[in-house]
Each structure stands twice: as structure tokens, then as C-alpha cells.
């Protein structure tokens, strides 16, 4: 096996569990490694020199040239490493009261449940599984065999064209790993909400279930409010808004597609009052200006934008994305009224996204107080090694 071996003090980040070797830190690498084989990661100097600290997937054409499977360096990375690995993640989530019942559930969180590049999502009675990294994109077959094993699951979908598989040197790569499209729709209930997800053309696995606990949250508050639902996809806060007695949701997101589903699903839930619903096709940034223009107010405005922050040199631009969006919410709402704030960029922490929201509500003249904290759901655990796996961060803010 190849060596990777550190330059000095560069080993202090693992030895706090932290599973990234970016290139920096490397000083060379002994012996050959092809893209995703795994290596011995050494340090270099120093107390530790010599030593190997832990086992990562090679990637040559990353920024992150190391992934972390192990820490253990007497660990065999193999089948039997998967399995373990797969089996822990699909029993914590077991673990949890608050997800059992739920048949739309995220089974493996990548590094947050030690599986670096590997996202794993379970629909009904097919699970669909990502891969982004060079190191999980080799062990596919592994992956596939230890899911299918953990949930009894005899239908399994490789979703892996994600754009970020173009940073680790990879193609985009879908279909079937196990058994074939099922004859109907994929569908799912999110608590009590019935839900049609789109594995093969949809974005990310098909569901945005990160959501699934803010989504909750909403129909708890949703009762007697106008509300604007901005980027709303499929419809899942719209659809909870109706399930909560809100009485009117207005919906908009760009895409066609997206709302032909939400549309669809509305219609699978014939216990909500499908006339309070409205869907429009536009871009927010325009909408949020013509509906402050035509004078409308709401009780209650959604911002559940994409990520506008893919990674850190897009952060300033997204964060002007941010405020202008979170400007026109505020300037909609009607007093007392109430905006549920969302970002899922990795780049934007908590306290930047609050400044920008704060920015967002003086530029508006709003007097507003944060009401709630809100983040992502149980089965997107963040590891505290990993403080990367908290993207998703949002806040619940009410006006004066
Ligand atoms: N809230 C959703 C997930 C939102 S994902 C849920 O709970 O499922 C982000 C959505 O924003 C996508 O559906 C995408 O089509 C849409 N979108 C991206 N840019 C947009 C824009 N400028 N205007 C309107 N919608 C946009």
C-alpha cells in the first residue's frame, strides 16, 4: 500500500479526527496509488513521525487529496469495512424515536457517519445512493452490497451525476445496482403528507429531506396564514402549509418540472384544500419585486433557496444573493408576520447567514427576533470532528 506522507505539523488536524488531507499538507506520496485507492496516511515530523495515522482514499485531482476511511491503522479497509460502516449508520438512525415511522429517510450522511463521498437515501423500498469522491466511487460495489443488506432492500439506484464528482476527476454515473424501476411512482408520507419523489430526474436522490423537521415546523405555524412558499420544488412546505390550515400558499419556483410534481402531489393528498393553492412558475428574485409592487402581504414568507455558495470564493456574491432575497421577504410581510430563512451553503456559517439577515431586515426598516434556530433533520447528523457537515442552517424571525 502507498504511503502519504505529511508535511510537519500538518498531522494535527487527524489527530483531532478530522477526515481531510488537503494538498497543502501533503509532502509526497511513496509508492502508487491510482485515483481512489486507499493509502497509509504518515506524518512527516515531529512526535509522531513515521507513524501511520490513519487509512484514506486517494484522490490526485482534488483539493482534497485524502479521505479518511480510518483512523485505525490496524483497520482493513475491504467489503467487511463496508459492511460495518453501512450497518452502524443504518442502526443509529433506528436508534433515533423521532425517525422511526419515516419512510423517506437519509441513511448514510457521508463523513458525518465515517462514509467520506457517500450519501445514501431511502424511499419506500428503494434506496438511492450517491457517490463523490474517488474513493467511494471505487467501492460502489461494496456500498451497494452492505445497503442492500442493512435495509432488506431489493431496489438500489446509483445517482452519482453530481457536479462535484467533476472535482475528484469522475463522470457522472447512473441506473440500476439492484433490481430495475419499480411500475409506478416512488412515493413517500412525510408526516402524514404523501409525496412523489422523482429518483431519476429529480434533483440531489430525487427529495430535498434535510427539510423534513422545518417542514413540520411550518404546519405548526401555518394555521389561518397567507403564505409565500419562494423555491418551492416539489412542494413539500406548501403542502405541510395546507396540512396546518394555512389559507392561501403561494408557491413559486423556476422550475416546470419541479412544479408539474408539486402539482402532482397535491393532488395525491385529497384531505388538503387544493383551491387555497397557487403555483408560479418565475424567479424569485422577480417575483419577490412585482408582489411587493402589486402590494400583497403575507402572514408567513419561505426562503428555501438553492445553494447559492457552492464553496468558499462564492461567498461574497452569494451572500448579496442572500440579503436580496431575505430584503424582499421582510418587505412582504405583514406585521406580526413571520419568515422561515434557509441556506444550505456549506460556504455561510450560522453567524454570517444571521448578519445577512440582519442586514436584510434594517435595510427593510423591520424591527424583527430570531424565534427559532432551525437546521438540518436527525438522519443529517454532523459529526463534531466535522463542523463542514452543518450546511444546512436557517432561522425562523418575527417582524414587529
Ligand atoms: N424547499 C424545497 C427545496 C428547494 S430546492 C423543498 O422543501 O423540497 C431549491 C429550488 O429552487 C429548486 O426547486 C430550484 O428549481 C429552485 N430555483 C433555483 N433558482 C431559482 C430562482 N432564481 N427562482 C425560482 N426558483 C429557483
Known amino acids: 500500500m502507498a504511503k502519504l506522507i505529511l508535511r510537519p505539523g500538518k498531522e494535527k488536524s487527524l489527530l483531532r479526527r478530522h477526515p481531510w488531507i488537503f494538498e497543502g499538507s501533503v509532502d509526497h506520496l511513496e509508492g502508487r496509488a491510482r485515483p481512489g485507492d486507499t493509502v497509509d496516511i504518515v506524518a512527516g515530523a515531529g512526535r509522531y513521525a513515521g507513524e501511520v495515522l490513519a487509512k484514506g482514499a486517494w484522490s490526485p485531482s482534488s483539493q482534497i487529496r485524502a479521505r ?10 475491504d467489503d467487511a469495512f463496508f459492511k460495518r460502516r453501512v450497518a452502524a449508520a443504518v442502526a443509529r438512525r433506528a436508534a433515533l424515536p423521532e425517525l422511526r415511522g419515516q419512510d423517506g429517510l437519509r441513511l448514510i450522511h457521508a463523513e458525518s457517519d465515517g462514509l467520506p463521498g457517500v450519501i445514501a437515501d431511502q424511499y419506500g423500498d428503494t434506496v438511492v445512493v450517491q457517490l463523490t469522491s474517488a474513493g467511494a466511487d471505487k467501492w ?18 446509483d445517482r452519482s451525476d453530481s457536479e462535484v464528482r467533476a472535482r475528484e476527476g469522475l463522470e457522472p454515473v447512473t441506473g440500476w445496482l439492484r433490481g430495475e424501476a419499480p411500475e409506478g411512482d416512488i412515493l413517500i408520507a412525510e408526516n402524514g403528507v404523501r409525496m412523489k419523489v422523482d ?48 389559507s392561501q400558499v403561494i408557491s413559486v419556483d423556476s422550475s416546470e418540472p419541479a412544479l408539474t410534481t408539486a ?18 412558475c418565475a424567479n424569485v428574485f422577480e417575483e419577490l419585486r412585482r408582489l411587493r409592487e402589486a402590494g400583497e402581504g403575507f402572514d408567513l414568507v419561505v426562503l428555501d433557496p438553492p445553494k447559492f455558495a457552492p464553496s468558499a ?10 440579503k436580496d432575497i431575505n430584503l424582499g421577504g421582510f418587505k412582504l410581510l405583514k ?14 456559517g450560522v453567524e454570517l447567514f444571521q448578519s445577512i439577515v440582519a442586514g436584510a431586515a434594517c435595510d427593510a426598516g423591520r424591527d424583527a427576533r430570531i424565534v427559532r434556530r432551525l437546521q438540518g433533520a436527525a438522519d443529517h447528523p454532523v459529526a463534531l470532528a466535522f463542523p463542514e457537515g452543518e450546511y444546512l442552517k436557517g432561522l425562523l424571525v418575527q417582524v414587529d
Open 68 to 77: 479518511v476511511w480510518s483512523f485505525d491503522p490496524a483497520e482493513s479497509i
Open 199 to 246: 429518483i431519476v430526474g429529480g434533483h440531489k436522490t430525487g427529495f430535498y429531506l434535510d427539510q423534513r423537521d422545518n417542514r413540520l415546523a411550518l404546519r405548526d405555524i401555518a394555521a389561518g396564514r397567507r403564505v409565500l412558499n419562494c423555491f418551492c420544488y416539489t412542494g413539500g412546505f406548501s403542502l405541510q402549509a395546507l396540512a396546518g390550515g394555512a
Open 140 to 157: 460502489r460495489e461494496a456500498i451497494a452490497g452492505a445497503l442492500q443488506k442493512a435495509t432488506g432492500c431489493a431496489r438500489l439506484y
Open 335 to 348: 406585521p406580526g408576520g413571520l419568515l422561515a430563512t434557509y441556506s444550505c451553503s456549506g460556504g455561510i
Open 313 to 322: 470564493s462564492h461567498v461574497e456574491r452569494a451572500a448579496r444573493a442572500y
Open 263 to 280: 402539482r402532482a402531489n397535491l393532488a395525491l393528498n385529497p384531505q388538503l384544500e387544493s383551491a387555497r393553492a397557487e403555483w408560479r
